[in-house]
């Protein structure tokens, strides 16, 4: 017969860890390679399965193997949002003390949540810790100091579950896992870690006196263990042997306790004293006894205390003739509290732990880093976009004075070189055929990605609508979580995507325009250079007379073109250092050092402030000195300029001919724009396509994993209206149902963003596309409340055991000094 009682462990069922934590690393921490973490994600895996088949191992080496699952646990948390609306892992547990009667069904809960699977796992670290001590050798000091350490670390689990068990499964839990429940598991474990100390202190010979003491203290922890035990809410929960068992030790250890004051009596030859313990002894004895049944056992120390009452008796009635003092007026033994509930230490509990994803930042680091890059592409891009308005600006004024053109048409006659090297361009750039066939693209891109949005919100509302349907049906007793809550997240994020999806196509508009506006010279300009020389007005040699006069203006002009072409220079290369901006290398070492306990950045957005504008300060300054330098150009410019066309200004050809050479030279602006813009529109669709791709399989996940758990209730609810029972289905407390055996590999929210998903941003003011920034990643709605209460589960004995009196008992005939419990 066992000495000790051990709690039974939680049954799990295997559950797929690798898609939909491969999925969501694939999608969140795209930096990384598969390569990188695909050993890590199966040797997860095996980890769980391992510790679910060690579980029945009853030796410390099991142990191990829960504490490395839990530490894994514990620190993938910050790493991986495994919960109902992101990675949706369903964990399912059954009740520990389920004994899978026909009435009353399998009791389990199943929860997509890493909190829950962490609770389970500590409750099943705290039962195996109690097997395992219940399978010690008791006979022997190492098997007696082994148990009482494992017996206080158990203990001080359940009072760790206790305390946070319903704000980590808000759910209602299985009735193991209910406060009360693990309240009195945790006194019943303390109560045996101090027995062990009673049980080694008799085996090493210690003082009477002190072994009194360790039993009294024994006695009151297996009272207030008895009291929580029999609590109405959870006293059906118990294997049977379990209130007799520990009503008999609370008296047998009080029998104990005056058993050994009493032969403290002795030493000081008190002798009336030791004959009124020895027969407090007795009784209390024969009470565990009774209550104890056919768990008793304590027989052997039974016997002792008898043949102790005899022996003092005779020597009292033949010798010593002791007054036996009442047992109110004896003093009290007192108590020497030894056991004590070990609080859970910090992870990890496994002494050779090793994270197996130690190369992923946690996701609030990640989240920052990404923030802080977007952050830089912005700045970059705001930088960006002020060189290349100031370009286009000085591009437009040049334009319009005819510049270079001007100077290099002196004679009237040949095209000028300027004009033939941008034809040129134009042309090896594909011409105005390469626009036309580019524009021609952007519809069919857009439709494509209008398609794949509309098909996923169509999927969203037809699945809502189902469920809604359900609801109004089976009213309070579809009990899953409402389709309304969990595709609030689903729906923001289509919100967004249909917003950059208008505003891309506003933005097409521009540059259909803009190419309507300078068509005919982009045109011209992709003809050969007679075709050009041709369209040109010619002035027949009558600028000859006016080049004299404007020489000096010529020179002018030509030194200030100079001058452009090297700012020019200048701004490629500033534009490629903005371009190029990288974080230092400690900015990721920053964030970790900052990040708290909690898994929260206290001041992450200050760090990545400070590092940006260390990172942008000189480059913003040698921007405001372009911008400085071109506006004295521009000015010196429009003086030479002046002087240059007041000689040409009385020729009606000339002025035909550099109206003419100004246009070429503003479609050639026109053109370079519109090509960088089309690009930049056809790869922003396409990026566009691959986002809405895999939001459009995150929808299906999430819709064909809902369509499952419809299913399973409705093979639930038919139960239950076969045998009058309502109990709840998967996600909350529901009968033996396991998780949907063909969820689809990840399940909804696998993969989930944590951070905005990157879509491509081009400056604002320069290209149309770059002012519609990518969609916020939507917030991660609270676990859902409002699950019904547990009931009663029918079947479960409610009356007492046979011979259990309920606790605490009246005074049983001949058993004075019952210490007065209080209910």
């Known amino acids: 017969?066992?000495?000790?009682?051990?709690?039974?462990?939680?049954?799990?069922?295997?559950?797929?860890?690798?898609?939909?934590?491969?999925?969501?690393?694939?999608?969140?921490?795209?930096?990384?390679?598969?390569?990188?973490?695909?050993?890590?994600?199966?040797?997860?895996?095996?980890?769980?399965?391992?510790?679910?088949?060690?579980?029945?191992?009853?030796?410390?080496?099991?142990?191990?193997?829960?504490?490395?699952?839990?530490?894994?646990?514990?620190?993938?948390?910050?790493?991986?949002?495994?919960?109902?609306?992101?990675?949706?892992?369903?964990?399912?547990?059954?009740?520990?003390?389920?004994?899978?009667?026909?009435?009353?069904?399998?009791?389990?809960?199943?929860?997509?949540?890493?909190?829950?699977?962490?609770?389970?796992?500590?409750?099943?670290?705290?039962?195996?810790?109690?097997?395992?001590?219940?399978?010690?050798?008791?006979?022997?000091?190492?098997?007696?100091?082994?148990?009482?350490?494992?017996?206080?670390?158990?203990?001080?689990?359940?009072?760790?579950?206790?305390?946070?068990?319903?704000?980590?499964?808000?759910?209602?839990?299985?009735?193991?896992?209910?406060?009360?429940?693990?309240?009195?598991?945790?006194?019943?474990?303390?109560?045996?870690?101090?027995?062990?100390?009673?049980?080694?202190?008799?085996?090493?010979?210690?003082?009477?006196?002190?072994?009194?003491?360790?039993?009294h203290q024994a006695s009151d922890l297996y009272a207030d263990a008895l009291k929580l035990l029999q609590l109405d809410s959870i006293r059906a929960l118990w294997p049977r042997e379990w209130i007799p068992s520990v009503a008999g030790k609370q008296a047998a250890f009080h029998s104990l306790a005056e058993y050994f004051e009493s032969l403290k009596c002795k030493e000081k030859k008190e002798f009336g004293e030791e004959l009124a313990r020895l027969k407090h002894a007795k009784t209390l004895m024969g009470a565990a006894e009774n209550r104890g049944g056919q768990f008793f056992i304590f027989q052997d120390m039974q016997k002792k205390i008898l043949r102790g009452v005899e022996a003092a008796e005779k020597d009292n009635n033949f010798i010593y003739h002791a007054k036996i003092p009442e047992l109110s007026s004896l003093p009290s033994i007192g108590k020497a509290s030894v056991a004590k509930s070990l609080p859970l230490s910090s992870p990890p509990l496994s002494s050779n732990f090793k994270d197996l994803f130690e190369k992923l930042v946690p996701l609030a680091v990640h989240q920052a880093l990404a923030a802080f890059e977007n952050s830089r592409a912005e700045m970059a891009n705001v930088e960006i976009a002020r060189l290349r308005e100031s370009t286009q600006l000085m591009n437009s004024v040049l334009a319009s004075l005819n510049l270079p053109a001007a100077i290099e048409d002196l004679s009237g006659e040949a095209v000028p070189a300027s004009v033939l090297e941008k034809a040129s361009q134009v042309r090896e750039m594909g011409g105005a055929a390469y626009i036309t066939r580019q524009m021609t693209e952007l519809p069919e891109l857009l439709q494509r990605n209008k398609e794949i949005l509309d098909d996923a919100e169509k999927t969203l509302n037809e699945e809502q609508e189902s469920d809604d349907q359900l609801r109004k049906q089976f009213k309070e007793k579809w009990t899953r979580t409402a389709s309304e809550k969990l595709t609030q997240p689903l729906k923001a994020e289509a919100a967004k995507y249909r917003s950059i999806i208008t505003n891309a196509i506003s933005a097409d508009g521009i540059v259909k325009e803009r190419y309507n506006v300078h068509k005919e010279c982009i045109q011209l300009l992709s003809l050969s250079q007679a075709d050009i020389e041709q369209a040109l007005p010619s002035m027949h040699g009558t600028q000859a007379g006016a080049v004299g006069s404007s020489g000096a203006a010529v020179q002018q002009l030509r030194s200030l073109m100079q001058q452009v072409d090297g700012l020019k220079a200048e701004r490629q290369v500033t534009e490629t250092q903005l371009k190029e901006t990288e974080s230092s290398t400690n900015m990721t070492s920053q964030l970790l050092s900052a990040l708290g306990q909690d898994g929260a950045l206290s001041n992450g957005e200050v760090l990545s402030a400070q590092q940006l504008d260390a990172i942008f300060s000189p480059l913003r300054k040698q921007v405001t000195e372009s911008i400085q330098r071109q506006e004295q150009i521009l000015a010196n410019v429009q003086t030479a300029n002046t002087e240059f066309t007041q000689a040409r200004s009385q020729n009606q050809a000339a002025t035909s001919r550099e109206q003419k050479l100004k246009d070429l030279a503003a479609a050639f602006d026109s053109f370079c724009e519109l090509k960088h813009n089309l690009e930049e529109g056809t790869k922003f669709y396409n990026d566009l396509t691959q986002l809405l791709v895999k939001f459009q399989s995150k929808v299906i996940d999430f819709c064909f994993a809902r369509k499952t758990e419809k299913e399973e209730l409705m093979k639930d609810l038919q139960k239950a209206i076969t045998r009058q029972d309502t109990s709840p289905t998967p996600g909350v407390l529901h009968t033996g149902q396991a998780a949907a055996p063909g969820y689809p590999a990840g399940g909804y929210g696998a993969g989930y963003p944590s951070q905005q998903p990157y879509v491509p941003q081009m400056p604002s003011g320069y290209n149309p596309y770059a002012s519609y920034p990518a969609p916020a990643a939507p917030a991660y709605p609270p676990q859902p409340q409002g699950y019904p209460p547990q009931q009663p589960y029918p079947g479960q004995p409610q009356a007492q055991y046979p011979g259990q009196p309920q606790y605490p008992p009246q005074p049983p005939s001949g058993y004075p000094g019952y210490p007065p419990y209080q209910q």
Not at 28 to 40: H, L, Q, R, V
Not at 42 to 57: E, G, P, Q, T, Y
Not at 58 to 81: G, M, N, T, W
Request: proline share 3%; charged share 25%; net charge neutral.
């Open 1 to 215: 017969m066992a000495v000790y009682q051990a709690v039974p462990l939680k049954r799990t069922w295997e559950v797929d860890l690798e898609k939909p934590l491969k999925t969501f690393i694939a999608n969140t921490f795209t930096e990384c390679k598969p390569e990188d973490y695909a050993t890590a994600l199966s040797d997860f895996s095996k980890l769980r399965n391992s510790m679910i088949a060690k579980s029945v191992d009853k030796h410390e080496s099991a142990l191990e193997v829960l504490y490395r699952y839990y530490d894994q646990l514990v620190a993938i948390d910050c790493k991986f949002p495994i919960c109902e609306n992101q990675i949706r892992i369903n964990f399912k547990w059954q009740d520990a003390f389920d004994r899978e009667s026909l009435f009353a069904g399998k009791r389990t809960l199943t929860i997509a949540s890493a909190e829950y699977e962490k609770v389970s796992v500590l409750f099943n670290v705290a039962a195996l810790q109690s097997q395992v001590a219940q399978s010690q050798n008791h006979s022997s000091d190492e098997g007696l100091k082994t148990s009482a350490k494992l017996f206080q670390q158990s203990s001080g689990i359940y009072a760790h579950l206790k305390e946070g068990i319903l704000s980590s499964v808000q759910n209602e839990p299985t009735p193991d896992l209910h406060p009360d429940a693990l309240s009195a598991l945790a006194s019943l474990m303390l109560a045996q870690g101090q027995d062990c100390f009673v049980r080694k202190a008799m085996q090493d010979k210690m003082k009477s006196a002190i072994i009194a003491k360790l039993s």
